[in-house]
């Protein structure tokens, strides 16, 4: 099954902006945009975003998604220490009719 | 408050089953699409299978299409995944979730390990 592709790793410093992608195609991520999961290591994942970029309440506003096309961001200002972790896309696949994840992208902030 | 508590895991040899469970509180289970996903070690997030909310329909990965069935007991307020003909490659950590504009609620998850 396709699922959708994400770089493996993204590193960036501390207070900078970090840019993470998310590419799939007209089915998954073009149809209504996919959602976002951040997942700590031995921890559940937990939703940052969803369809429409819309952010969960709790969700700090330092995390921000966009779509253009089949290819979707997630942005994270100001990066902290505490955010340095697995970050994933997901999204229905209309065509396949399965729910597809991105591989994940390892955020590190140095 | 909201809640999902995954229960079953275990260790198991190849070939065997074990029936996962995931308990809801503070939500109806019938009320909205579920979900299990899995994070094998040292790998990331795989969906698993779905079952929508009026239960008519189920969605499985191709990995576990026939061997594994999802289902839910709705005055037990409770999800299930079957889970037969288990593979060393099934060893994971299985997380159920709620589906409402994104997977928004996650248990903490089960560990299952196939080993002989």
């Known amino acids: 099954q396709a699922g959708l592709t994400q770089p493996p790793s993204v590193s960036k410093g501390l207070r900078q902006t970090a840019t993470l992608t998310c590419t799939g195609s007209?089915?998954?991520?073009?149809?209504?945009?996919p959602a976002w999961l951040q997942q700590y290591q031995g921890h559940p994942p937990k939703l940052l975003s969803y369809r429409n970029n819309k952010r969960p309440s709790g969700i700090s506003e330092r995390f921000s998604a966009s779509r253009s096309g089949n290819t979707a961001s997630l942005t994270i200002t100001g990066l902290q220490p505490e955010d340095e972790a697995d970050y994933y896309c997901?999204?229905?696949?209309?065509?396949?009719?399965?729910?597809?994840f991105g591989g994940g992208t390892k955020l590190t902030v140095l | 408050q909201v809640q999902l508590v995954e229960s079953g895991g275990g260790v198991v040899q190849p070939g065997r089953s074990l029936r996962l469970s995931c308990a809801a509180s503070?939500?109806?289970?019938?009320?909205?699409?579920m979900h299990w996903a899995r994070r094998a070690p040292g790998k990331g997030l795989e969906w698993v299978a779905l079952?929508?909310?009026?239960?008519?329909?189920?969605y499985y990965a191709d990995s576990v299409k026939g061997r594994f069935t999802i289902s839910r007991d709705n005055p037990k307020n409770t999800l299930y995944l079957q889970m037969n003909s288990l593979r060393a490659e099934d060893t994971a950590v299985y997380y159920c979730?709620?589906?409402?504009?994104?997977?928004?609620?996650w248990g903490q998850g089960t560990m299952v390990t196939v080993s002989s």
């Open positions: 979730a709620k589906e409402s504009d994104g997977l928004d609620i």
């Open positions: 079952i929508l909310k009026d239960g008519s329909d189920k």
């Open positions: 503070g939500f109806t289970v019938s009320s909205y699409a």
């Open positions: 997901s999204a229905w696949d209309s065509s396949l009719n399965v729910w597809v």
């Open positions: 007209s089915h998954n991520v073009g149809n209504e945009g």
